[in-house]
T-cell receptor, first 114, second 108 residues
Framework: GAGVSQSPRYKVAKRGQDVALRCDPI?????LFWYQQALGQGPEFLTY????????KSGLPSDRFFAERPEGSVSTLKIQRTQQEDSAVYLC????????????FGPGTRLLVL | KNEVEQSPQNLTAQEGEFITINCSYS?????LHWLQQHPGGGIVSLFM???GKKKHGRLIATINIQEKHSSLHITASHPRDSAVYIC??????????FGQGTRLTINP
């Protein structure tokens, strides 16, 4: 029951294919975050959940991106009709409660869209 | 202009040197985070601070709220410190705005 886990670790998709990325947060962590990190850049915020509620999705780049956390634990980030510009590392992080808490990051899913 | 700027972008030093990485931010924050990212992607939180100074082993982080500036220092640097160091400004509840990272290489 260690840290945040993500699967798959690597995903190669053909342009136009749909993908689903999974995040298992640390048990009991209320907050869950998704970030996108392009090569050579810092991560960028995508969306934030508190339990099952998606409180902020302002960072999702288009309506092809969709995230859910239906039971307040595992989360899935889905990308529909993938494009080459979606190639990045997708990072998930979780934290215990709402404010000023350390975020614990997963290893990321490296997505390559051909 | 990015909301969070780091300098330098790349830093190479010899083992034992004192390292300083700087972070400036242009937005109001509730906290400032320093993170370490090793090759392969894993990110580890080093510090979260909202004022003053924190120390953990050979790592020291400082923040000046008035000047909107933070620094990360590494004393007696070692090759295992080689990584990307990322500064992130916490806005609101927990949303983080990241700098672009500083790639640190410590040569033996």
């Amino acid at each position: 029951g260690a840290g945040v886990s993500q699967s798959p670790r690597y995903k190669v998709a053909k342009r136009g294919q749909d993908v689903a990325l999974r995040c298992d947060p640390i048990s009991g962590h209320v907050s869950l975050f998704w970030y996108q990190q392009a090569l050579g850049q810092g991560p960028e915020f995508l969306t934030y959940f508190q339990n099952e509620a998606q409180l902020d999705k302002s960072g999702l780049p288009s309506d092809r991106f969709f995230a859910e956390r239906p039971e307040g634990s595992v989360s899935t980030l889905k990308i529909q009709r993938t494009q080459q510009e979606d190639s990045a590392v997708y990072l998930c992080a979780s934290s215990l409660v709402r404010r000023q808490e350390t975020q614990y990051f997963g290893p990321g899913t490296r997505l390559l869209v051909l | 202009k990015n909301e969070v700027e780091q300098s330098p972008q790349n830093l190479t030093a010899q083992e034992g040197e004192f390292i300083t990485i700087n972070c400036s931010y242009s937005v109001g924050i509730s906290a400032l985070h320093w993170l370490q990212q090793h090759p392969g992607g894993g990110i580890v939180s080093l510090f979260m601070l909202s004022s003053g100074k924190k120390k953990h082993g050979r790592l020291i982080a400082t923040i000046n709220i008035q000047e909107k500036h933070s620094s990360l220092h590494i004393t007696a640097s070692h090759p295992r410190d080689s990584a990307v160091y990322i500064c992130a400004a916490q806005r609101g509840a927990q949303k983080l705005v990241f700098g672009q990272g500083t790639r640190l290489t410590i040569n033996p």
